[in-house]
């Protein structure tokens, strides 16, 4: 059985990555992509051509993700539904931004997957971590 310390631990680190989403949200919603445009033409495409729905998909995951994380430091079985619907939402934002932009034609594979591979692989352990606390009753 998963400890308490391991699960405080765990939940606290996740806390963060969430907090981390949160601003990383803000800043890319409010970012000048005219300067962004300098730097990272892609980039600043890829933003550009992301539409409302897609903005509020990314507000979800990050939302979501976040209290999911409160809610399993509060041992709260919802916290697995949380870490779903974020899952679900990483997904789709991914998959709007491989599939409704030329991002992976313009960086290319080794740049533009690892960093969302990396953020799916987090959502995937923070759903199937929680969902086995719930399991093993750690999350009521």
Same mark, same amino acid.
């Given at each position: 059985? +998963? ?10 680190? *996740?806390?963060? #990555?969430? /907090? ?7 800043? @890319? ?7 962004? =445009? ?24 990050? =939302?979501?993700?976040? /209290?999911?994380?409160?809610? /399993?430091?509060?041992?709260? +079985?919802?916290? +697995? ?5 974020? /899952?679900?939402?990483?997904?789709? @934002?991914?998959?709007?931004?491989? *599939?409704?932009?030329?991002? *992976?034609?313009?960086?290319?594979? +080794? ?15 923070? #759903?199937?971590? =929680? ?10």
């Amino acid at each position: 059985m +998963a400890t308490s310390r391991s699960v405080t631990i765990i939940g606290v680190i *996740l806390l963060l #990555w969430g /907090l981390i989403g949160i601003a990383a949200f803000t800043l @890319q919603y409010s970012m000048d992509l005219d300067a962004l =445009a300098r730097t990272d033409p892609a980039g600043a495409r890829a933003f550009a051509l992301m539409p409302a729905w897609v903005w509020i998909v990314y507000a979800i995951a990050v =939302a979501t993700g976040t /209290l999911g994380a409160i809610a /399993l430091l509060l041992r709260k +079985a919802i916290a +697995a539904f949380l870490f779903l619907i974020s /899952l679900v939402c990483v997904i789709v @934002q991914f998959g709007f931004t491989f *599939l409704g932009t030329d991002l *992976l034609a313009d960086k290319g594979w +080794a740049v533009a997957i690892p960093f969302p591979a990396f953020v799916i692989a987090v959502a995937v352990f923070e #759903w199937l971590y =929680a969902r086995s606390l719930v399991a093993k009753g750690v999350l009521r």
